[in-house]
């Protein structure tokens, strides 16, 4: 296959519908509940002293999580209660109501068809997160860099990723402003980072990779070629106005307890002017084409470039996705989306549906294994975030 046909090949099959199935995977809309904002309460200031976790890891596997007590109304409310950090360095906590939530609503039907797990030994490892060979594509040239879907990744100034979900809103990882404990450094004064160009690009090639072993790359046989860093795109930073933490991540050391609820909105001090990607409530595995999650983020390994991967999704419970993405610390924060068929709008759609966390490692009947690991969107989740996002729950409640 020539070089600029094997180009378009892969183009189409990361911007046209599927033609390998005969039925569309559709979003199927769902109510959701309601999670409302009550009495805010003044908080005494953060240090922000440790720096950002970008290697964070849970050794609780997801028969640790399975075997954990269903959370009650109460226990919720507190989870979902939250903290907003003013870049002012003023910080708040909000209490929360939830109004028409039902234990089953929160969970998915492949919550309790998980594959048996060993949890006699568990490990952390925070360096591996690349599963065989190297499955990730840098991603350079206007032409894609600044074009939906990859235009919605953005880079924190701690160092992680986030993704666009609103007109001034980023989604990422709690973990990458909150050690668990306090608000790492930086987060007063974070800032968020868009690709922008330096001058006119002349660029038409947009994915590295080696011609002769285009092909083989998708067959798991072949690491892509290392392109040299793109020096044509520069970042344009923007201050962050408020950083939103549920109150169930602030609990102890942020390596020593659960990712399910590692996730955070920053609120911008000025529109971005992008395009940003829709949230869905997270939709059972098997249910995914392919079963097929995909996300974008600023991998550390790869410098000032732009790291796209897609996986199959494995295991799952209520809160976490499992996967075998390749990623490195640095994609930590990016936002998981699937892309389906809207019904309603009779037309293919990506949503956010998870939040990259982390790695874990794990033993599983004797054998080691290895996760990545994504925080999934589910119903509260969803009602709490679109809330943050859209100022009331009349525009929150289907998902």
């Given at each position: 296959?020539?070089?600029?046909?094997?180009?378009?090949?892969?183009?189409?099959?990361?911007?046209?519908?599927?033609?390998?199935?005969?039925?569309?995977?559709?979003?199927?809309?769902?109510?959701?509940?309601?999670?409302?904002?009550?009495?805010?309460?003044?908080?005494?200031?953060?240090?922000?002293?440790?720096?950002?976790?970008?290697?964070?890891?849970?050794?609780?596997?997801?028969?640790?999580?399975?075997?954990?007590?269903?959370?009650?109304?109460?226990?919720?409310?507190?989870?979902?209660?939250?903290?907003?950090l003013h870049s002012d360095g003023q910080l708040t906590e909000t209490a929360i109501e939830i109004y028409g939530?039902?234990?089953?609503?929160?969970?998915?039907?492949?919550?309790?068809?998980?594959?048996?797990?060993?949890?006699?030994?568990?490990?952390?490892?925070?360096?591996?997160?690349?599963?065989?060979?190297?499955?990730?594509?840098?991603?350079?040239?206007?032409?894609?860099?600044?074009?939906?879907?990859?235009?919605?990744?953005?880079?924190?100034?701690?160092?992680?990723?986030?993704?666009?979900?609103?007109?001034?809103?980023?989604l990422t990882a709690a973990h990458c402003v909150h050690d668990g404990k306090n608000y790492v450094k930086g987060?007063?004064?974070?800032?968020?980072?868009?690709?922008?160009?330096?001058?006119?690009?002349?660029?038409?090639?947009?994915?590295?990779?080696?011609?002769?072993?285009?092909?083989?790359?998708?067959?798991?046989?072949?690491?892509?070629?290392?392109?040299?860093?793109?020096?044509?795109?520069?970042?344009?930073?923007?201050?962050?106005?408020?950083?939103?933490?549920?109150?169930?991540?602030?609990?102890?050391?942020?390596?020593?307890?659960?990712?399910?609820?590692?996730?955070?909105?920053?609120?911008?001090?000025?529109?971005?002017?992008?395009?940003?990607?829709?949230?869905?409530?997270?939709?059972?595995?098997?249910?995914?084409?392919?079963?097929?999650?995909?996300?974008?983020?600023?991998?550390?390994?790869?410098?000032?470039?732009?790291?796209?991967?897609?996986?199959?999704a494995g295991e799952e419970t209520s809160d976490l996705l499992y996967q075998h993405c390749d990623a490195q610390?640095?994609?930590?924060?990016?936002?998981?989306?699937?892309?389906?068929?809207?019904?309603?709008?009779?037309?293919?759609?990506?949503?956010?549906?998870?939040?990259?966390?982390?790695?874990?490692?794990?033993?599983?009947?004797?054998?080691?294994?290895?996760?990545?690991?994504?925080?999934?969107?589910?119903?509260?989740?969803?009602?709490?975030?679109?809330?943050?996002?859209?100022?009331?729950?009349?525009?929150?409640?289907?998902?």
């Open positions: 296959m020539r070089p600029r046909s094997a180009l378009r090949w892969f183009t189409c099959l990361l911007f046209l519908p599927s033609i390998f199935s005969s039925s569309r995977p559709q979003w199927m809309l769902q109510r959701v509940p309601v999670v409302l904002p009550q009495n805010t309460e003044s908080r005494p200031a953060p240090h922000f002293l440790s720096p950002a976790r970008l290697d964070v890891a849970s050794p609780c596997d997801p028969e640790c999580h399975r075997r954990a007590p269903q959370p009650s109304y109460w226990d919720l409310r507190g989870l979902l209660a939250y903290e907003t939530y039902k234990s089953s609503s929160n969970t998915s039907p492949a919550y309790s068809q998980g594959s048996p797990v060993s949890t006699e030994r568990s490990h952390v490892r925070r360096k591996r997160q690349i599963f065989g060979h190297d499955g990730r594509f840098s991603i350079a040239g206007q032409n894609h860099l600044l074009k939906y879907p990859f235009s919605v990744a953005v880079k924190l100034s701690t160092g992680c990723s986030g993704t666009l979900v609103g007109d001034q809103h980023v987060a007063q004064k974070l800032r968020v980072g868009f690709l922008k160009p330096k001058h006119r690009d002349s660029q038409t090639s947009s994915i590295y990779f080696k011609p002769s072993n285009f092909t083989n790359h998708f067959e798991g046989r072949s690491a892509l070629y290392e392109p040299p860093t793109n020096d044509r795109m520069k970042f344009q930073w923007i201050r962050a106005k408020r950083t939103h933490v549920p109150k169930g991540w602030i609990k102890g050391n942020a390596n020593d307890i659960g990712m399910d609820y590692d996730y955070a909105l920053l609120e911008l001090k000025k529109p971005h002017k992008r395009r940003h990607m829709k949230l869905g409530v997270s939709p059972p595995a098997q249910r995914l084409p392919g079963h097929r999650v995909h996300f974008s983020g600023y991998d550390n390994d790869r410098p000032g470039q732009l790291v796209y991967r897609f996986c199959q610390p640095g994609a930590s924060g990016s936002g998981v989306y699937a892309r389906m068929w809207d019904r309603r709008r009779r037309r293919w759609e990506r949503k956010v549906i998870g939040v990259f966390s982390g790695h874990q490692w794990v033993e599983r009947q004797g054998a080691s294994q290895e996760f990545n690991v994504a925080v999934r969107i589910t119903p509260l989740k969803y009602a709490q975030i679109c809330y943050w996002i859209k100022g009331n729950f009349v525009d929150c409640r289907e998902g």
